[in-house]
């Protein structure tokens, strides 16, 4: 019943006979019942069961529909929201939508803002907007209705909006910072026609903010608790820097022209592919494979839309002695994008395309063109780099012809595209002293600069055989880290086997087509018709759950702790990073169940004839593209895979058993769950290890008593939310202000609110609104939403401190009486395991205590940084990538949770760890504190004639004592700086305007004491000096400063 790998997707039928066998239970779960099964039919989607429901799903549906799910159900209608972007002018029009493309700021507020005499905003000030509001509706029962809005804003339901900036990869250009606002939607009635008295649709809007080194952006929306139960939902919203204005003011595709209709032969029987980009960075996506055309599916919400374009390359290929072709197509068989840069490969040609981001270039023009590179080479394949680093994006092209055993290395920073042939001095096979060698897969490590190979070694003494190799980017060493066996292990039964040459083996042939890397996890894969992985590159485990008769096609990771693999014959597997049991997802019983119970809720979104286009993960969850038929009409859909659950129903289906009560039998499950309970506690506040900068904005409140917002209202949020973001900018300078607080000079308008409240109790505001200053504001004391962090930063020496409680239940579904366990008997039943992917930098201690009276353990888990792996980075830079795996024994594939959103797996938190001098953190000069102190110890007073608080004037005479603080933009904690430092002036000149700065010769002369060209410009009576006695070395008690005069 399932399809499997045929290449024919006609009409064929099939017929199949049914085989019904009924086995006992046993502990091991080898008991099944009523199976019926037929040849495969359609290369990539199930074939449709069908509609009898078998004895076996009967069972599932036992358990599946409990009365707590029947309560939900019945009691809890599911509702989701819906969220589009628009423009400015468009508010309150409905069925529009508008592409996130232009990006200059809105000046036409002066008109709103002019009327807002006695309201706490500078008249003196010019208010900005953005270009763009964010429309947030809902639907409930998949059915939109105009009543059930209505009757959430009457039952007080109010959107909240978190939008998250995510940072850019070049951190020389920006500053790196976690940056987030959360707003609250306002209501406004559609611009439509309406014959009732108040309001017939309306919508609640936000604006979207923009900000300078960001192009892509998350925005969560959940509801304020009032109103119908609605799920919180994230959205992508990402700039898209490859469209253009067209004088009729319509937006056309720079990369090429929009294809509107989806041809069914572009999907059908068509193999899926990988969709390879910068995991967290890259605004638009784009996936190739179409066959015999040179087009693309490009997406700028993650696959929520797309739009199929034919790209505008010349397509020119020509075939020579040294680049042997065997056929041309237009085919884009591999396609990667990076922040903004678009890369493809068609034949052996490829090209590359950067888009236009006025918030991440210093220029806003982007490449305006296809742009091809490595004319002359002969290029067989592009393999992508998933992580960035250093400061830039990375791409790899292997050759082949004339530059075999060369890899042309690729690097993209700010738009800029460079490429260097590696390695260096000589080849691959010239440096491992081979005559014939293919280099066939490519992974770079941008931490250690290193270059991982993977090569196929041709010797005409000896058969193929393949080689992991090593290249040092900074040493040009090249070394041999693997050799992998000629033959696939024998597992003799065993889930994994560790390689190490004493093994036996099958006759089958390993025949390795790819590597993946994950630099969280330090693990890297070798994929082919097996799975290896390794934590060091030398020593493998082999995965023997993997068929050896199928082959790998791709790997898909979440960098979180789940894997996906996708087969040749387009088989689904899932593997949990740090254990060895591999599960097949699709075709399984469990997927069979899962489509029965979609027949029966009449999706949409399954149909008997399908096609997977790719497979990826998105905010940890796994998704397909897929091509639907149906009615003789094609569709592209994107459609969670609901892992947890079909493994919990394959569970339940191999872990079941009718029990004898009476007269009748009963339906009973086996778990193997070694708790019933899990839960996280005694968590920190977050903001101090996630660096979130969160800040806060309500909308003014509008006079009218129906509490809608009109036009004006609603450009007085803009400005305000441009405004506070202006503030947080500004806020980013090397000296500190009086008061450690973005928006401390906003904040001083307070002390009229009392005033402004009253003019708006009486309705006597001017512009109809009320500006509430508390409204707008940085939070600093977020609290812990009872899970870990997305991501944990260490400083140095610093600690995460939490507790993991585990309650012990029975080990079947069936209500008996609890038994009070022992400390041994819990001991021997559960245990916490924690992995570290790099033990010399952080390290984990776990303590243990037994609650006797609650048959429960709680584990006290400590995660440290061991002050060994750090550098004197700036603030963000240069972080060591790390992880940390908590698990628990057996709970792999066994242990779920219920939730009103599906099952979720528990027992395995995998969360990324960074160590290193964490983001929002900075060295301030601190003006105040200096010049109350140079006053006290000069014994005078002197400033500038022109007095400027930002910049303080100070006599050349007098010596001079710096001061600094270390302030955390995070937490609002500032202390003084009490460390050594270097003192270096950088530059100058005789005027403001004339300021430059220095080349290194003349930072050397004017503060080094060992110039002897008496350029000296200032000199301390500190003795204390760097070690080769070139600068001097100051601190916070340091003698003071003399200028030289």
Request: charged share 20%; aromatic share 14%.
């Amino acid at each position: 019943m399932w399809g499997g790998g045929a290449k024919s997707g006609g009409e064929t039928r099939c017929k199949c006979k049914c085989r019904c066998t009924t086995r006992g239970s046993s502990r091991t779960g080898e008991s099944w019942s009523h199976v019926a099964r037929c040849p495969a039919m359609y290369p990539a989607g199930p074939a449709w069961p069908k509609l009898r429901v078998l004895r076996a799903l009967w069972a599932l549906l036992a358990v599946l529909l409990a009365p707590w799910r029947l309560w939900a159900k019945e009691d809890i209608q599911e509702c989701i929201w819906h969220v589009v972007l628009i423009k400015f002018e468009a508010v309150g029009e409905e069925g529009r939508s508008d592409r996130f493309f232009d990006l200059e700021p809105l000046e036409s507020l002066d008109s709103v803002f002019s009327l807002l005499v006695d309201a706490p905003t500078d008249q003196n000030e010019k208010y900005l907007g953005f270009p763009y509001y964010l429309k947030i509706n809902y639907s409930c029962g998949g059915e939109s209705s105009e009543a059930q809005v209505r009757k959430g804003h009457l039952t007080g339901l109010k959107p909240l909006v978190l939008v998250t900036f995510q940072s850019p990869v070049n951190f020389h250009r920006w500053k790196i910072e976690q940056l987030q606002i959360q707003m609250e939607a306002a209501p406004f009635r559609s611009k439509e026609r309406c014959n009732a008295e108040e309001v017939c649709a309306m919508s609640w809007y936000t604006p979207m903010p923009i900000k300078n080194g960001s192009v892509v952006m998350y925005v969560d929306v959940r509801s304020n608790g009032l109103g119908p139960f609605i799920q919180n939902k994230r959205f992508h919203v990402n700039i898209n820097g490859f469209l253009q204005k067209q004088q009729d003011n319509t937006l056309q595709f720079t990369v090429g022209n929009e294809i509107f209709n989806l041809i069914p032969r572009y999907f059908i029987n068509v193999p899926s592919r990988p969709l390879w980009h910068t995991v967290n960075q890259t605004p638009v996506l784009i996936l190739g494979g179409i066959p015999d055309e040179k087009s693309v599916l490009l997406t700028d919400t993650s696959f929520t839309d797309f739009f199929l374009v034919e790209l505008n390359i010349d397509s020119c290929w020509v075939g020579s002695f040294y680049c042997p072709q065997a056929s041309f197509t237009a085919t884009i068989y591999d396609a990667i994008a990076t922040e903004s840069t678009l890369f493809i490969r068609q034949n052996q040609l490829v090209y590359y395309f950067t888009g236009t981001y006025v918030t991440l270039h210093e220029s806003n023009q982007g490449s305006g063109s296809w742009v091809r590179v490595l004319a002359n080479e002969c290029i067989k394949k592009l393999c992508p780099v998933h992580a960035h680093g250093n400061g830039s994006e990375y791409i790899m092209a292997l050759t082949t012809g004339k530059r075999e055993g060369y890899v042309h290395f690729g690097t993209i920073t700010d738009g800029r595209v460079s490429f260097e042939l590696l390695p260096r001095q000589r080849s691959v096979c010239e440096g491992l002293q081979v005559v014939n060698c293919s280099i066939i897969w490519a992974v770079f490590i941008a931490g250690d600069y290193n270059l991982l190979l993977l090569v196929q070694m041709e010797d005409p003494t000896t058969r193929k055989y393949f080689q992991v190799v090593s290249y040092d980017l900074v040493s040009n060493y090249l070394a041999i880290l693997y050799t992998i066996p000629e033959f696939i292990p024998d597992a003799r039964g065993l889930e994994f086997l560790m390689l190490l040459g004493t093994e036996s083996h099958t006759t089958f042939l390993m025949v390795p087509k790819g590597m993946f890397y994950n630099q969280y996890s330090n693990l890297l894969y070798i994929w082919g018709n097996f799975l290896l992985q390794s934590y060091n590159y030398e020593n493998f485990i082999y995965l023997a759950d993997f068929p050896k008769e199928q082959s790998i096609k791709y790997l898909v990771n979440s960098f979180r702790g789940d894997m996906a693999i996708v087969t040749e014959t387009e088989e689904i597997w899932y593997l949990l990073e740090g254990s060895y049991r591999m599960y097949k997802l699709f075709p399984s019983r469990g997927w069979e169940v899962h489509i029965n119970l979609q027949v029966m809720h009449q999706s949409s979104v399954y149909t008997p004839n399908e096609t997977m286009v790719t497979l990826f993960y998105e905010d940890t969850k796994l998704y397909q593209l897929v091509y639907l038929m149906k009615n003789q009409q094609g569709q592209l859909v994107k459609r969670h895979v609901p892992v947890e659950q079909l493994l919990m129903y394959q569970q339940l289906s191999n872990h079941y058993f009718f029990k004898r009560q009476g007269s009748h039998l009963t339906l009973s499950f086996t778990n193997f769950c070694p708790f019933s309970v899990m839960r996280l506690r005694d968590l920190p506040n977050p903001q101090v290890y996630s660096r979130q900068e969160r800040y806060q904005a309500r909308p003014p409140r509008v006079v009218e008593p129906s509490g809608f917002h009109n036009e004006n209202s609603l450009a007085v949020y803009q400005g305000l939310v441009y405004y506070l973001l202006c503030l947080h900018s500004e806020y980013h300078k090397p000296y500190a202000d009086r008061v450690h607080e973005s928006t401390w000079s906003w904040s001083n308008k307070k002390q009229d609110q009392d005033y402004y409240f009253y003019l708006a109790s009486n309705s006597q505001s001017p512009g109809n609104v009320y500006i509430d200053m508390a409204s707008y504001e940085k939070i600093y004391d977020l609290k812990a939403d009872y899970e870990l962090p997305e991501r944990i930063f260490l400083d140095k020496g610093t600690s995460y401190v939490f507790s993991v409680f585990l309650r012990v239940g029975g080990q079947s579904l069936e209500f008996t009486p609890e038994r009070v366990l022992t400390s041994e008997e819990l001991k021997s039943t559960v245990d916490l395991g924690v992995v570290l992917a790099d033990p010399g930098c952080i390290e984990a201690v776990v303590k243990q205590k037994f609650l006797i009276n609650r048959n429960s353990v709680l584990f006290r888990v400590t995660l440290s940084d061991k002050r060994s792996c750090f550098d004197q980075g700036l603030s963000g830079h240069h972080l060591l990538e790390t992880s940390m795996l908590l698990k628990v024994a057996g709970a792999v594939g066994h242990c779920f949770q219920n939730t009103h959103q599906g099952p979720r797996m528990q027992g395995n938190l995998m969360v990324p760890v960074l160590i290193g001098c964490p983001p929002g953190k900075r060295l301030a000069f601190d003006i105040t504190y200096t010049l109350q102190y140079n006053r006290l110890q000069n014994k005078h007073y002197f400033d500038c004639v022109r007095v400027e608080p930002e910049m303080p004037c100070f006599l050349f005479r007098d010596v001079f004592y710096p001061f600094f603080l270390i302030q955390d933009l995070v937490t609002g904690d500032s202390g003084s700086f009490q460390g050594s430092y270097v003192l270096k002036v950088v530059g100058g000149g005789p005027t403001l305007d004339t300021i430059r700065e220095y080349s290194e010769e003349e930072i050397y002369r004017f503060n080094s004491p060992l110039d002897k060209t008496h350029s000296l410009i200032w000199t301390t009576k500190n003795t204390t000096t760097t070690k080769d006695s070139a600068f001097n070395i100051m601190s916070h008690q340091s003698l003071g400063i003399e200028s030289r005069s």
